[in-house]
């Protein structure tokens, strides 16, 4: 099982980014995903999720409005569209089945002028 996230990078506030996620070595359809991250100093926390197939999203109050989930079953991807960003979203990035397994490799998201 593996799920790599990438597109992070230097933003600043108000700015976006689209993260994305492959995943590998599963069957990725079956399971629900998410998005969490881990700001430094701070725990890893969920901030999205969405379902399987249905595609019912869940978002934590902090990123309600400004961050999208989606994904491709198809290509077994995982996208997170964040906009408006603010200095508090800055942390790595990861994505994972939900609930989450082996952590792959997140990807750092700054924010900052």
């Known amino acids: 099982v593996q799920l790599q996230a990438s597109g992070g990078g230097l933003v600043q506030p108000g700015g976006s980014l689209r993260l994305s996620c492959v995943a590998s070595?599963?069957?990725?359809?079956?399971?629900?995903v998410g998005w969490f991250r881990q700001a430094p100093g701070k725990d890893r926390e969920g901030i999205s999720c969405?379902?399987?197939?249905?595609?019912?999203?869940y978002y934590r109050d902090p990123v309600k409005g400004r961050f999208t989930i989606s994904r491709d079953n198809a290509r077994k991807k995982v996208y997170l569209q964040m906009n408006s960003l603010e200095p508090e979203d800055t942390a790595v990035y990861y994505c994972?089945?939900?609930?989450?397994?082996?952590w792959g490799q997140g990807t750092l998201v700054t924010v900052s002028s």
């Open positions: 994972n089945t939900d609930p989450p397994g082996q």
């Open positions: 070595g599963f069957n990725f359809d079956q399971y629900a």
């Open positions: 969405m379902s399987n197939r249905e595609g019912v999203t």
